[in-house]
């Protein structure tokens, strides 16, 4: 019998996914803590993503336990090569399937409409929790949200119901770089190569709740929003408050878009889920509600610890735990910190300005990124004008096209990767 391969203290079992970043697999730590083994597929790969996490402190989604690099070429369980010198990572484990292979099975309506909900919730308190700490994500689509085998109960981090992973893509928001993406999903400002935003990460989560709600939109090969809405506008009568906030989600102009604890608050009503102070109290939930939630149980749970009197009924007072503020994002806050692209291995740290005319190096790759993503999902975006659009399908390669039917726009690009 052969031994199974081992990475630092951990012993790999399972090929788990596999996208642009690396191979994930599911690992097992001597102590027998389980773990996601992300390792690139050659070099630095999934360095720069290890630096993001460790800055990030996310409670939504998986944290960073160790990273390194492969001492020496491996086979993976699954047969697959690792170079020596590949970076890896391992992260805490997320069980439960990825949302692309829940839709590719049947759902009835009471279930997408459940799922939705759950999506909207647990991604939505993703994105909070990144948009507030300076980092948008970058890449949410279906592959990358995880379900939990449970339905939620509880508005808290440890019981969430889908998990956003993938940091892959992630930039700080501040910076305003472009490091890839998914065609399907870009938003229509990223399309016409402007700086993105956290609301590209929201109209990109729009998608992902219409393709829930509407079946033949998860099997449309491109996604338009005008055709997604009126879509949205057809399902039963039941759906039609995840609709509304679906519809809200792809909002042409990104200010126009709610924000992410806007949409996970309307999914935790619409799921009724229990709340915990203890998570309220963390600042996450995030929203005006529920800091209005916050200021009026201060009060109340003063009054239940002293007499257990006046307990709200669905108010769940969980066991205090150390209290203080989230410290999540606070450090990239600090003056003296490098932003996050600083640490990139892609951009460097040099600044972009070029001083003179108002262009940036950053806008130019921005845009060159922009186009390649269009040309490669082969869609031509309703806001580019014929000169451009021109421009691009001349870019535009024969094995680019070949390889915009084979990916149907679903795949990561990222920069620097070849067509
Ligand atoms: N922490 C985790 N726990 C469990 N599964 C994970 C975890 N992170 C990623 N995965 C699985 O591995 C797949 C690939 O991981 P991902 O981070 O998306 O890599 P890539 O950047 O290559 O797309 C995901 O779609 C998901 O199914
Ligand atoms: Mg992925």
Same mark, same amino acid.
């Given at each position: ?5 081992r ?9 788990r996914?596999?996208?642009? %970043? ?13 773990? $996601? ?8 790969? #999934? ?46 484990? #997320? ?7 829940? *839709? ?17 919730h ?5 994105l ?11 890449? #949410?689509?279906? $592959?990358?949200?995880? *379900? ?13 119901g /889908?998990?956003? !992973?993938?940091l ?36 990109a989560?729009?998608? !992902? ?12 090969? /491109? ?25 809200a ?17 309307? /999914? ?5 889920l ?7 109290d963390?600042g ?22 002293? %007499? ?25 806050e600090r ?7 600083? *640490?990139?291995?892609? %951009? ?6 070029? %001083? ?42 024969? /094995? ?13 690009i ?6």
């Amino acid at each position: 019998m052969t031994d199974s391969p081992r990475v630092g203290g951990w012993t790999l079992e399972a090929k788990r996914g596999e996208g642009a %970043g690396g191979i994930v697999f599911r690992a097992v730590r001597s102590d027998g803590i389980p773990g $996601a083994l992300k390792i690139a597929r050659a070099g630095d790969g #999934v360095g720069r993503e290890a630096l993001v996490l460790a800055r990030a402190q996310r409670r939504w989604g998986p944290t960073l336990i160790e990273a390194g690099r492969l001492e020496r070429e491996l086979a993976g369980p699954d047969g697959s090569a690792l170079p020596r010198g590949a970076s890896w990572m391992a992260t805490t484990w #997320v069980d439960g399937d990825a949302l692309d292979a829940r *839709l590719a099975r049947p759902c009835t309506d009471e279930e997408r409409r459940a799922l939705a909900a759950i999506v909207a919730h647990g991604v939505g308190r993703g994105l909070d929790e990144l948009h507030r700490g300076g980092v948008r994500h970058g890449d #949410v689509k279906p $592959a990358n949200v995880l *379900l939990a085998p449970a339905r939620p109960a509880v508005d808290r981090a440890r019981d969430r119901g /889908a998990t956003l !992973v993938d940091l892959d893509l992630a930039t700080e928001i501040a910076h305003g770089s472009l490091e890839g993406g998914t065609p399907r999903y870009l938003a229509p400002e990223l399309r016409a190569g402007e700086a993105p935003g956290p609301a590209a990460d929201l109209y990109a989560l729009g998608l !992902v709740l219409a393709e829930i709600l509407v079946p033949s939109l998860a099997r449309a090969p /491109a996604l338009d929003a005008a055709a997604v809405v009126e879509a949205l506008g057809a399902v039963v009568k039941e759906a039609r408050d995840v609709a509304a906030w679906t519809a809200a989600l792809l909002a042409r102009a990104p200010g126009a878009r709610p924000s992410a604890a806007w949409i996970a608050d309307r /999914a935790a009503r619409a799921l009724r889920l229990d709340v915990d102070l203890d998570e309220v109290d963390r600042g996450s939930p995030g929203s005006g509600a529920a800091r209005v939630r916050r200021r009026s149980a201060r009060p109340r749970r003063a009054r239940c610890t002293a %007499g257990r009197r006046d307990r709200r009924p669905r108010a769940r007072l969980a066991g205090r735990r150390a209290r203080g503020r989230a410290a999540f994002g606070r450090g990239s806050e600090r003056a003296g910190d490098p932003p996050l692209d600083a *640490l990139s291995r892609r %951009g460097g740290s040099t600044p972009d300005r070029t %001083g003179g005319g108002g262009v940036t190096r950053a806008r130019g790759g921005r845009r060159a990124l922009a186009a390649r993503l269009l040309a490669l999902a082969a869609i031509a975006p309703p806001e580019m004008d014929a000169r451009r659009r021109d421009g691009a399908e001349r870019r535009r390669s024969r /094995a680019g096209r070949a390889g915009a039917r084979r990916l149907a726009g679903r795949a990561t690009i990222r920069r620097g990767s070849s067509s």
